[in-house]
């Protein structure tokens, strides 16, 4: 029955304490429903630098590249900062998502309503909200070349980064962005800034194209990026999906994700091309967030966006929609209580502890 391969990777710092509390839920999982999960576990970042002296092992790349989803919990920490700069905690995240070649980065921005007070926004702008951006996440200006700085006979210098796009990179992403809008209230927006760069006007043709091609029924919307940036911050809730490249799609989804409030409730997937014989895509989900070595072993954690990373996987690696909706419903009943990690506790509220927190989820489900 097992036929769900999960590869966990906790990482450093605070990974291994929500990636316990993400075990909880998968073993819920596996007690109650019949898609049941076979997981195994490797070292990624300081930890496996530890151990193996690499960011992550050969041995441990191989599982990823086997596993069905890979579940990744955070790297680094003030320990490794003095590491050699291939084998730095963060390259044993690059290496993933280079070699599982995960080029759509989805980013969701989700106000839960217990939280709707939380915002520094009117409540009204951030109520309900549920949003998508889906970055492009392997080309563009941060992969490029030529990438050089180098010394003018004026004794100046100049730096010159390249954003490159192909056809097929802006197709295939966009491909991402109307099927996952199918599945939601089925618009996207796309941004770009074809006013000013030649990259942006491939971008919007392509992703014309494609829509006329095999989306006619997804509605499509076409913004300037900073106008995006714009509306985004003035009245997010006009979106669905938004697909942009790799550097807009950066700016641009720590803005959304900044609406709804603390960095300890963000998930995000990243996800591979369809497989040809078995249409799986390679996918790894983690939390927005880094290892928080400031409070690490302390118990005060949120495992929110870890365990909310596993409900994207439910979703978007093994088709199990209810099961990600009963995960997403549970979180936000124990908010609704009014459970709190520290992080997300307003004034003189209670808190409870990392592991609290996980109990709770689990007895919601
Ligand atoms: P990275 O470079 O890996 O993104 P970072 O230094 O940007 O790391 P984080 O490790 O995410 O940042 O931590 C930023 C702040 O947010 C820290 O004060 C940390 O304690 C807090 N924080 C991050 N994640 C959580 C969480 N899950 N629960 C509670 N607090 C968190
Ligand atoms: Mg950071």
């Known amino acids: 029955m097992a036929s769900n391969r999960l590869l966990l990777l906790p990482g450093d710092g605070i990974g291994p304490e ?76 690059l290496r993933l998502r280079k070699d599982l070649g995960l080029f759509a980065n989805l980013r969701p921005a989700i106000c839960y309503p217990a939280l709707a007070d939380a915002s520094s926004l009117k409540k009204d702008v ?12 392997t080309g ?13 006979e004026n004794g100046q210098q100049r730096a010159i980064d390249t954003q490159v796009y ?35 006007v491939l ?26 940036g714009m509306q985004l911050v003035r009245w997010p809730k006009q979106f669905d999906v938004i697909v942009c490249d790799n550097l807009f799609g950066d700016m641009l989804s720590d803005v959304a994700a900044m609406l709804t409030g603390s960095l ?42 870890m365990i909310a990373s596993f409900a994207m996987a439910l979703r978007y690696s093994f088709n199990m929609i ?3 909706d009963m995960l997403e419903k549970a979180i936000s009943n124990a908010l609704d209580k009014g459970l709190r990690t520290k992080d997300i506790a307003q004034g003189d509220q209670a808190t409870i502890s990392t592991k609290e927190m996980g109990n709770a989820i689990v007895g919601e489900l």
């Open 322 to 324: 209810t099961e990600a």
């Open 18 to 93: 929500i990636m316990e509390e993400v075990k909880k839920v998968i073993g819920w999982f596996n007690e109650r429903t019949a898609d049941t999960f076979e997981f195994d576990e490797g070292l990624v970042g300081g930890a496996a630098y530890d151990a193996h002296g690499a960011s992550i092992s050969e041995e441990d790349m191989a599982k990823a590249k086997a596993a069905d989803a890979v579940i990744f919990g955070a790297v680094g920490g003030p320990k490794w900062d003095d590491v050699p700069y291939d084998v730095r905690p963060e390259a044993g995240l």
């Open 126 to 137: 951030i109520e309900g909200l549920d949003i998508l951006i889906v970055r492009e996440l």
């Open 140 to 152: 563009g200006v941060y992969f490029g070349e030529p990438k050089t700085i180098t010394d003018l």
């Open 264 to 305: 300890g409730m963000l998930p995000s997937a990243s996800l591979g091309a369809p497989d040809a014989a078995t249409g799986k895509r390679k996918a790894l989900y983690e939390p927005v967030h880094g290892s928080a070595p400031d409070i690490a072993g302390t118990g005060a954690a949120n495992p929110i966006a």
């Open 166 to 200: 192909d056809t097929y990179e802006i197709e295939r992403i966009a491909g991402v962005a109307f099927d996952l809008a199918r599945a939601r209230r089925n618009k996207v927006t796309s941004m770009e800034k074809r006013n000013v760069m030649k990259s942006g």
């Open 203 to 228: 971008w919007n043709q392509v992703v014309t194209a494609t829509h006329d091609k095999s989306y006619k029924d997804v509605e499509l919307e076409h913004m300037l990026a900073d106008a995006g």
